[in-house]
Protein backbone atom coordinates (compact mmCIF):
# COMPACT_ATOMS: atom_id res chain seq x y z
CA UNK A 1 0.00 0.00 0.00
CA UNK A 2 1.23 3.34 -0.91
CA UNK A 3 1.81 6.04 1.86
CA UNK A 4 3.00 9.31 1.79
CA UNK A 5 3.95 10.97 5.00
CA UNK A 6 5.29 14.74 5.54
CA UNK A 7 6.77 16.53 7.85
CA UNK A 8 8.81 19.48 8.59
CA UNK A 9 5.98 21.82 9.50
CA UNK A 10 5.50 24.26 12.46
CA UNK A 11 5.64 27.72 13.98
CA UNK A 12 8.13 30.00 12.54
CA UNK A 13 8.28 33.83 12.68
CA UNK A 14 7.97 36.03 9.16
CA UNK A 15 11.53 35.56 7.46
CA UNK A 16 12.43 32.24 9.24
CA UNK A 17 12.43 29.05 7.48
CA UNK A 18 11.60 25.26 7.66
CA UNK A 19 12.37 22.58 5.62
CA UNK A 20 9.30 19.86 4.93
CA UNK A 21 9.78 16.15 3.78
CA UNK A 22 7.86 13.44 2.11
CA UNK A 23 8.73 9.93 2.73
CA UNK A 24 7.05 7.58 0.32
CA UNK A 25 6.32 3.96 1.23
CA UNK A 26 4.94 1.45 -0.83
CA UNK A 27 5.10 0.07 -4.83
CA UNK A 28 4.67 3.51 -7.18
CA UNK A 29 5.22 2.98 -10.91
CA UNK A 30 4.92 4.93 -14.03
CA UNK A 31 5.43 8.58 -12.01
CA UNK A 32 5.15 11.66 -13.86
CA UNK A 33 6.17 13.89 -11.15
CA UNK A 34 6.11 14.99 -7.83
CA UNK A 35 4.55 18.19 -5.73
CA UNK A 36 3.84 20.35 -3.00
CA UNK A 37 0.01 21.79 -2.67
CA UNK A 38 -0.91 24.56 -0.19
CA UNK A 39 -4.72 24.91 0.97
CA UNK A 40 -6.58 27.51 3.60
CA UNK A 41 -9.68 26.73 4.98
CA UNK A 42 -12.16 28.12 2.44
CA UNK A 43 -10.07 28.16 -0.87
CA UNK A 44 -8.50 25.34 -3.20
CA UNK A 45 -5.58 24.03 -2.88
CA UNK A 46 -2.80 25.14 -5.04
CA UNK A 47 0.06 24.48 -6.71
CA UNK A 48 3.42 25.59 -4.59
CA UNK A 49 6.32 23.57 -6.60
CA UNK A 50 6.74 20.52 -8.62
CA UNK A 51 9.78 18.35 -10.13
CA UNK A 52 9.07 16.16 -12.96
CA UNK A 53 11.09 11.98 -13.11
CA UNK A 54 13.63 14.69 -15.24
CA UNK A 55 14.02 16.82 -12.58
CA UNK A 56 12.02 19.58 -14.26
CA UNK A 57 11.24 22.37 -11.73
CA UNK A 58 8.18 24.45 -11.55
CA UNK A 59 6.86 27.17 -8.62
CA UNK A 60 4.10 29.42 -8.06
CA UNK A 61 5.17 32.91 -8.63
CA UNK A 62 4.56 33.78 -5.00
CA UNK A 63 7.55 31.43 -3.95
CA UNK A 64 9.98 31.83 -6.69
CA UNK A 65 13.27 32.89 -5.52
CA UNK A 66 12.09 31.54 -1.62
CA UNK A 67 11.35 28.03 -1.96
CA UNK A 68 13.13 24.87 -3.55
CA UNK A 69 11.99 21.85 -4.27
CA UNK A 70 14.57 18.98 -4.63
CA UNK A 71 14.03 14.79 -4.08
CA UNK A 72 16.32 11.61 -3.42
CA UNK A 73 16.04 8.21 -3.69
CA UNK A 74 17.54 5.20 -2.78
CA UNK A 75 16.86 1.73 -3.84
CA UNK A 76 17.22 -1.44 -2.14
CA UNK A 77 16.76 -5.09 -3.52
CA UNK A 78 12.89 -4.63 -3.22
CA UNK A 79 11.74 -1.16 -3.20
CA UNK A 80 12.62 2.21 -3.97
CA UNK A 81 11.98 5.08 -1.40
CA UNK A 82 11.54 8.12 -2.55
CA UNK A 83 11.50 11.77 -0.10
CA UNK A 84 10.33 14.80 -1.48
CA UNK A 85 11.40 18.25 0.24
CA UNK A 86 10.50 21.66 0.34
CA UNK A 87 12.99 24.31 1.38
CA UNK A 88 11.02 27.29 2.73
CA UNK A 89 13.17 30.49 2.91
CA UNK A 90 12.07 34.47 3.92
CA UNK A 91 8.76 33.32 4.86
CA UNK A 92 5.77 35.08 5.16
CA UNK A 93 2.34 35.19 7.00
CA UNK A 94 0.51 34.52 3.32
CA UNK A 95 2.45 31.46 3.51
CA UNK A 96 0.35 29.99 6.35
CA UNK A 97 -1.74 27.15 5.21
CA UNK A 98 -1.85 22.92 5.35
CA UNK A 99 1.09 21.74 3.04
CA UNK A 100 0.43 18.49 1.26
CA UNK A 101 2.92 15.84 -0.63
CA UNK A 102 1.88 14.62 -3.67
CA UNK A 103 3.04 12.20 -6.29
CA UNK A 104 1.49 12.17 -9.85
CA UNK A 105 1.29 9.11 -11.78
CA UNK A 106 0.09 7.82 -15.19
CA UNK A 107 -3.36 6.31 -13.37
CA UNK A 108 -4.19 8.50 -10.48
CA UNK A 109 -2.78 10.73 -7.86
CA UNK A 110 -1.20 10.26 -4.40
CA UNK A 111 -1.78 12.56 -1.54
CA UNK A 112 -0.44 12.82 1.88
CA UNK A 113 -2.73 13.71 4.66
CA UNK A 114 -0.67 17.40 5.11
CA UNK A 115 1.30 19.19 7.76
CA UNK A 116 0.36 21.83 9.20
CA UNK A 117 2.72 25.81 8.92
CA UNK A 118 2.13 28.65 10.20
CA UNK A 119 3.91 31.78 9.79
CA UNK A 120 3.81 34.55 12.51
CA UNK A 121 5.04 36.51 14.84
Known amino acids: QVQLVESGGGLVQPGGSLRLSCATSGSIFEINGMGWYRQVPGEQRELVASISSRGLRNYADSVKGRFTISKNSTTSRDNVKRTLYLQMNSLKPEDTAVYYC?????????WGQGTQVTVSS
Open 102 to 110: NVQTLRRDY
